[in-house]
């Protein structure tokens, strides 16, 4: 069984002033309007999130659900977009592995796997025994995942008094907040070549190529800083 004393704990470290609650919430309430935008209830949408839990996955999901995308390709786009995610869950779950807990809490768990609750995680694992800290991640994914439900409910019936501008302040919150943290947790050459070079590389391949700007500034920058960072740890 999942303790309720650690499920608690980390239910209760999205209150911290440092929490991605906020932001998580008010990315949401534009997909909420965005996902009513496009045609769905409210229980389409806050289903969607239930599945999705993921800012950009939800984002291709309704862009091209506006360009009659059939359902199969929706689904292996949200999949691919949603693959980004895996190194989290390399880099995590070995912190959190240990013999006594069942195999089912990290399949689970695995489901809760998203930028905000992975920061709240790292900032705070050590604080936890290796054999508790499954019961706080999922404390901690299920804090983030009911915030996201609940902002996606709110921004469906706030549609109508959201324009378009206003959506993009909001959907664009939580990224800039990521950005922060990442600048704040540069303590090694490896993260802040990667947020350096990442910065620069991807406003300078927007203009040969928009549509792979991103990837392409995210891999060469990632893969320079690494490369340099294990050159110079060797």
Known sequence: ????????????????????????????????????????????????????????????????????????????????????????????????????????????????????????????????EKKDRVDFWIGIGTATWSVSILATALGFYLADYLNKDMLMGLAILNPIYFTCMMVGAMKTLQITLSVILGAILGPVFYFFSPEWSILLGGLIAGTIAYLIGEKNVN
């Open 1 to 128: 069984m999942i303790k309720g004393e650690l499920f608690l704990k980390g239910y209760k470290s999205i209150l911290k002033p440092d929490s991605p609650a906020i932001a998580l919430a008010c990315c949401f309430v534009a997909i909420g309007a965005l996902l009513k935008n496009v045609g769905f209830n409210i229980q389409e949408s806050i289903f969607s999130t239930m599945l999705i839990y993921a800012l950009p996955g939800s984002l291709v999901m309704a862009e091209s659900i506006l360009i009659g995308a059939s359902l199969l390709s929706i689904f292996i786009a949200v999949w691919f977009v949603n693959a980004r995610l895996y190194p989290m869950a390399v880099s995590l779950f070995p912190l959190m592995m240990d013999e006594s807990q069942p195999k089912w809490k990290y399949y689970l768990s695995c489901h809760f796997i998203a930028v905000s609750a992975w920061l709240i995680m790292k900032s705070n694992y050590e604080k936890v």
